[in-house]
């Protein structure tokens, strides 16, 4: 008789096996009911997602960061000159550590819909995609349960949480270039080459998203060069890297002959020629990271031991990529974004991590509780409970200024002001819909004539300015070295009066924001 739809969903599946070397090539058809059988498989994966979620919206409060205020207001501004306004004042690709027509704008657009919080949501979106990636590329090289493993390692580590609170560069950076490592992976296992081609537009991607995702374009390719050795041979690892290094080079020419040069000045100021901001010793930095992602690498280097022939070169890969950044923090001497750039090494070594639990763990059964699963729910509990410390500390390591805001908004005049702000970027970000950039005045730089008509910068500029009641308002939050003398010389000045003593607490202890106003003659 002739075979029914039935006799079809019964067949025994045809399985081709090819030995290539160590490795074991399958390709295999698909049961028509696998398809209703894989949505219930990911349902851990999308558990892990939404609990990613839910612990960072509902754990970390605050208001905004400099940071994000920072970029955030330049990119509604950049959006009003493109939809018809005038020019933004400043050039932000001189300095920004990220091309300003892309994360900036993307937020300025996202804050117009719905403030602060929409642009945040999108950074934990965003945080999503690695965590997704980590699950990917952990079920390709390992296995399924290695794959759900390192999405619950990465997805509860601080540096992700505080990631997915925060409306910078790094979430959507982090994001592309977790693509780009499971879009290589895929590549080098693929039947057809071309899937190289888009390695690329990924990478620059990311790197317009911020400059020091760099770092990891050689990196990355490396690894899809490595995964394709094992898989293919030599001859079409070649090929890949081919392709990609020619597409790379495409689209650079492209972008370099098309783009304002300006932003080179920030690639080399934020990324390839940066000066130390907040030097630190190698001790100290090294202690950072071990405490950040420590318990993660030592996992990472289990699953090495583990890893067999068939993926041992992609497993040394993935260790390579995961501690380029922390030692770029080493070799400089840099503690900013420590914090934030060792995330991005944990993705990396997230999939190896896994794999090291799954093989711990071991096949016990599903209602079995043995020393193994103990074991193995102690990690993830550490996991989580540290991380959500450590993302909690960073998250209020700034001060919640919202009494701050409250008290300026009932003293700033449109268009008219000169307000010196220590907390410039957070005070001009909130009173955008009364004042305008030109009225502000930070304590990075600033000039002023002195008595003799010279020009004078920096902390001279400043008190001569106070002492002459240049500034209509002065807000200080006792945390430059600047302050003390600036107080000295508004209390010297009969013309200012302290309006506000506001105190906030952050992690590093207790304090005040000051507000001077200058009374009207």
């Not at 639990?357 to 059964?365: H, L």
């Amino acid at each position: 008789r002739p075979p029914t739809p039935l006799d079809e969903c019964k067949r025994t599946e045809v399985v081709s096996t090819q030995v290539v070397g160590e490795t074991r090539l399958v390709r295999a058809t698909t049961r028509p009911a696998a398809r209703f059988e894989r949505p219930r498989s990911l349902l851990p994966l999308l558990l892990i997602l939404a609990l990613q979620l839910a612990e960072g919206a509902l754990l970390l409060h605050n208001s905004a960061f400099q940071d994000e205020a920072l970029y955030i207001y330049a990119g509604a501004q950049i959006w009003h000159s493109l939809t018809g306004g005038p020019p933004p004042p400043e050039n932000y690709a001189v300095y920004f550590s990220g091309y300003p027509y892309v994360y900036p704008l993307l937020a300025g657009i996202l804050n117009g819909i719905g403030g602060l919080e929409v642009v945040r949501w999108f950074s934990a979106l965003c945080m999503l995609v690695p965590t997704g990636c980590a699950y990917a590329i952990g079920k390709r090289l390992y296995s399924q349960a290695s794959g759900f493993a390192a999405a619950a390692l990465f997805a509860f580590l601080g540096p992700t949480l505080l990631l997915s609170r925060l409306a910078t560069f790094d979430a959507l950076c982090l994001a592309l270039i977790a693509l780009a490592a499971l879009l290589a992976i895929q590549v080098s296992e693929a039947s057809e080459p071309a899937g190289a081609v888009m390695l690329a537009p990924l990478l620059v991607l990311a790197f317009g998203a911020k400059y020091a995702a760099l770092i990891f374009v050689p990196l990355v390719i490396g690894l899809m060069a490595v995964r394709t050795l094992e898989t293919r041979g030599w001859g079409r690892a070649a090929l890949h890297v081919a392709l990609a290094l020619a597409t790379l080079v495409g689209l650079v020419f492209t972008l370099y002959h098309t783009l304002n040069h300006d932003f080179l000045h920030a690639i080399q100021g934020s990324t390839t020629n940066r000066a130390p901001i907040a030097t630190a010793s190698s001790l100290a930095l090294l202690s950072e990271i071990l405490s950040l992602g420590g318990l993660l690498w030592l996992l990472g280097l289990v699953g090495l031991y583990f890893s067999g022939g068939r993926v041992r070169l992609t497993s040394l890969a993935l260790v390579a990529c995961s501690v380029a950044m922390p030692a770029y923090h080493l070799y400089s001497g840099e503690s900013v974004s420590l914090q934030k750039h060792v995330g991005y090494g944990l993705f990396f070594i997230a999939p190896l991590a896994g794999y090291a639990v799954a093989e711990i763990v071991g096949r016990v059964g599903p209602v079995r509780l043995d020393a193994r699963w103990l074991a193995a729910l102690m990690i993830f509990t550490l996991g989580i409970v540290s991380g959500l410390s450590e993302a909690n500390w960073w998250y209020q390591s700034w001060p919640n200024s919202s009494q701050l805001v409250t008290t300026m908004r009932t003293q700033v005049r449109p268009a008219t002001g000169h307000y010196l702000c220590e907390d410039m970027e957070v005070v001009r970000y909130y009173l955008a819909d009364v004042t305008t950039s030109p009225e502000y005045t930070g304590l990075g730089f600033f000039q002023y004539p002195g008595a003799n008509g010279e020009q004078l910068t920096g902390q001279p500029a400043y008190v001569a300015a106070i002492q002459g009641g240049y500034f209509d308002l002065v807000e200080l939050s006792e945390a430059s070295p600047l302050d003390p003398a600036l107080q000295a010389a508004l209390a010297a000045n009969p013309q200012y009066q302290l309006i506000a003593r506001i105190p906030y607490t952050n992690s590093y202890g207790r304090s005040y924001y000051l507000v001077w106003r200058r009374n009207s003659a």
